[in-house]
């Protein structure tokens, strides 16, 4: 069933039928439109299979912040060169316009090296507590654009996860998403060579500097 985008009258409400449709659903939206349709029952014939192999970019984004507004990094071409650190690895440096200072919010703590799940948390937690003040000054939006490159990692290493739907705590309303990681090929929670670039770009500017990542 098919009815014109938008439209209050001419509707043009149209039924389709057809002897089979092929579902290839990658991003978010499309994913989580034909869960809802699965779970409710409009498309109930749907593959079990919807929302298995979802790959990424394999991507980590850290940044590197001057500890002050010496520089106007917003005057610079916003991806001005690019290098390969591995075979594996693509690295661009970023830099957005003086309206972008809420980038910010996406930055969550100072870098703090290998770990896991349970691990990185509890030391990005340390590290709050040893800097409080690089730790503000990193999350402070005024001027995050004039003063942060950002790095944008990205790696063809194979690995894929799984968008499940995930309901309302009542379990009613319109289904969610939630992501679960894939057991034999699972997308990495740390790259090391991103934040030993990210050490790396501290250590080579004459401007005193700092990492973070998101």
């Known amino acids: 069933m098919s009815e014109r985008s938008g439209a209050w009258w001419?509707?043009?409400s149209r039924t389709h039928r057809a002897r089979g449709v092929v579902v290839?659903?990658?991003p978010l939206g499309t994913n989580q439109l034909l869960q809802r349709c699965k779970i409710?029952?409009?498309?109930?014939?749907?593959?079990?299979?919807?929302?298995?192999?979802?790959?990424s970019n394999s991507e980590s984004i850290p940044a590197v912040t001057i500890t002050?507004?010496?520089?106007?990094?917003?005057?610079?071409?916003?991806?001005?060169?690019s290098f390969h650190p591995d075979d594996e690895t693509h690295i661009e440096n970023v830099t957005y316009g003086r309206g972008a200072d809420s980038m910010s919010i996406l930055w969550a703590t100072l870098l703090v090296g290998e770990g896991n799940r349970l691990t990185r948390p509890l030391k990005a937690l340390g590290q709050a507590l040893r800097h409080p003040l690089k730790f503000a000054r990193v999350l402070w939006p005024v001027k995050f654009s004039w003063r942060t490159v950002i790095l944008l990692v990205m790696q063809?290493?194979?690995?894929k996860m799984r968008l499940k739907p995930k309901r309302s705590l009542l379990g009613r309303g319109t289904p969610g998403l939630t992501t679960e990681q894939d057991l034999e090929t699972p997308n990495p929670t740390q790259?090391?060579?991103?934040?030993?670039?990210?050490?790396?770009?501290?250590?080579?500017?004459?401007?005193?500097?700092?990492?973070s990542a998101r």
Not at 50 to 55: E, M, Q
Not at 68 to 81: L, R, W, Y
């Open 191 to 211: 790259i090391p060579v991103a934040e030993w670039t990210a050490n790396r770009a501290t250590q080579a500017s004459p401007s005193p500097l700092w990492p």
């Open 156 to 159: 063809t290493v194979d690995n």
């Open 10 to 12: 001419c509707k043009d």
């Open 68 to 81: 002050d507004d010496s520089q106007d990094f917003t005057q610079s071409v916003a991806i001005s060169s």
């Open 24 to 26: 290839a659903a990658g």
């Open 40 to 55: 409710k029952g409009s498309l109930p014939k749907i593959s079990d299979r919807l929302g298995y192999n979802v790959r």
